[in-house]
């Protein structure tokens, strides 16, 4: 006997449907918002309206504003009454205070993971997103560039099968303010240390654990150096 769903058993599905499709939306959002405001693209001291950044992003105001409020849960971002909201100021002590602890976590992780090593599917994976990294660089899109970026180091810690170790260096990352990145973009100078995520899965792929380690501490390096000042490094 043929089961067909009920009037109220339709709508919940359509319901269902139409929820997932907000959630995907509203995880785009945030991961667009995250990365602009790593990027500087969205500053302090000035007040952005949900519905403006979604005309922006090409999608309805309702699913930014989830995003928003989620960031407000983050810390990154604070509502401003009747207004929108606005990016919460970072410190220069408070991102030091994260680079601290990106460099104990991150570094003796990338030495951990080139012990290990990778498989042939692991690099060609992560190699596509050092690829959409690159090409964002030369398109000078620091959106694009930073929301590769994260999945790029996500991607890649995740191999070693820790989601609190993951979801704590996301965290440490989306909350640094890299002002600098634009300004070294327009210069010609962000291509450089785009190419050190190769250069990284490569030393990982050929199991060198030191050679891991000492980039990774390098580019976390740029945090508090050209990626802040805009300047180029010597």
């Known amino acids: 006997m043929t089961r067909t769903l009920s009037s109220s058993q339709a709508d919940d599905g359509l319901l269902l449907q139409s929820a997932g ?21 969205l500053r302090p001291h000035v007040v952005y309206s949900a519905p403006t950044l979604a005309a922006q992003l090409g999608m309805s105001a309702t699913p930014v504003r989830e995003a928003v409020l989620d960031l407000v849960k983050e810390g ?9 909201f606005r990016v919460v100021e970072l410190a220069a002590a408070e991102l030091d205070e994260l680079t601290e602890l990106r460099l104990l976590i991150e570094v003796p992780s990338v030495r951990n993971l080139a012990r290990r090593g990778l498989s042939a599917a692991e690099y060609r994976a992560l190699k596509q997103l050092t690829t959409q990294i690159e090409r964002a660089a030369v398109r000078n899109d620091m959106v694009a560039h930073n929301k590769a970026d994260l999945e790029f180091h996500t991607a890649l810690l995740g191999l070693l099968c820790n989601r609190t170790l993951v979801e704590t260096v996301r965290s440490l990352r989306v909350r640094s ?20 995520h190769i250069e990284l899965l490569d030393l990982i792929r050929d199991r ?24 180029a490094e010597d």
Not at 25 to 30: M, N, P, S, W
Not at 76 to 84: A, D, F, Q, S
Not at 208 to 231: E, F, K, P
Request: overall charge positive; aromatic content about 2%; charged content about 25%.
């Open 208 to 231: 060198d654990a030191a050679g891991a380690a000492r980039l990774m501490r390098q580019h976390i390096g740029h945090v508090r150096g050209s990626w802040a000042t805009g300047a």
């Open 177 to 196: 303010r890299l002002y600098g990145m634009s300004r070294l973009a327009d210069s010609g100078q962000l291509l450089p240390t785009s190419h050190e």
């Open 76 to 84: 990154l971002v604070e509502t401003v009454r009747n207004k929108g």
């Open 21 to 41: 499709s907000r959630t995907s939306l509203r995880d785009e959002a945030i991961k667009t918002l995250q990365a602009a405001i790593i990027a500087g693209e």
